[in-house]
């Protein structure tokens, strides 16, 4: 079956620009993760869903950043006038509980010129 | 905040050589994941530890839960070009069930 889709694969934006990034978990899956990754690093916690719902959002940076799961599928993380700083690998990861392993997508490579 | 430490951050050895990486935490975590990364994907997990002193073996590694459950370690037996890659623990919340990783050791084998 198909795993977990991210796109864009890259996104090159200027600094203050709007950006969008989605993740397509695997089917029935109701947990979904958004971590964000520089090199070499482990990922860093973002938010997680349960559903609809954001079970746990403490990893968001900043009110810049935003993510949504209307429908319980698909996820948009929202990063409004990003900073070269936000420059990035955001990886999104679905389970299909709260506590069951995590499948990741091969991420998003966000960068603010 | 919880916080996962890896020990070593790199670490670069001849194939057939033996290694362990350390995951240390002052937290107590209800599980702990263990997982590969390689270059331009996702991690992929390797194992799960949930009971204090556990002990799991996956061919030539070997995984072990401390028994406080704050810590971990993964053991690899004869290393091998193909085990290259980012180590990562994540250690899975007892609040939110929020699963955190560890800071990462990179592992270079050499044939």
């Known amino acids: 079956g198909a795993g977990v889709s991210q796109t864009p694969s890259n996104k090159v934006t200027e600094k203050g620009k709007y950006v969008e990034l989605r993740c397509d978990p695997i089917?029935?899956?109701?947990?979904l993760y958004w971590y964000r990754q520089s090199l070499g690093q482990g990922p860093e916690f973002l938010i997680y869903?349960?559903?609809?719902?954001?079970?746990?959002d403490s990893g968001l940076p900043n009110d810049r950043f935003f993510a949504v799961r209307p429908e319980g599928s698909v996820s948009t993380l929202k990063i409004q006038r990003t900073e070269r700083g936000d420059s990035a690998v955001y990886l999104c990861?679905?389970?299909?509980?709260?506590?069951?392993?995590?499948?990741f997508g091969n991420g998003t490579r966000l960068t603010v010129t | 905040t919880q916080l996962l430490e890896q020990s070593p951050q790199f670490l670069s050895i001849q194939e057939g050589e033996n290694l362990t990486v350390y995951c240390n935490s002052s937290s107590v975590f209800s599980s702990l994941q263990w997982y590969r990364q390689e270059p331009g994907e996702g991690p992929v997990l390797l194992v799960t530890?949930?009971?204090?002193?556990e002990v799991k073996k996956l061919k030539r590694l070997t995984f072990q839960f401390g028994d406080a459950r704050k810590d971990s370690s993964l053991h690899i037996t004869a290393a091998q070009p193909g085990d290259t890659g980012l180590y990562l623990c994540?250690?899975?919340?007892?609040?939110?069930?929020?699963?955190?990783f560890g800071t990462g050791t990179r592992l270079q084998v050499f044939p």
């Open positions: 530890v949930v009971t204090g002193g």
């Open positions: 089917s029935g899956h109701t947990a």
């Open positions: 994540a250690g899975r919340s007892y609040n939110t069930d929020k699963l955190i």
């Open positions: 869903f349960q559903g609809t719902g954001a079970a746990d």
């Open positions: 990861a679905s389970s299909s509980t709260g506590l069951s392993p995590l499948h």
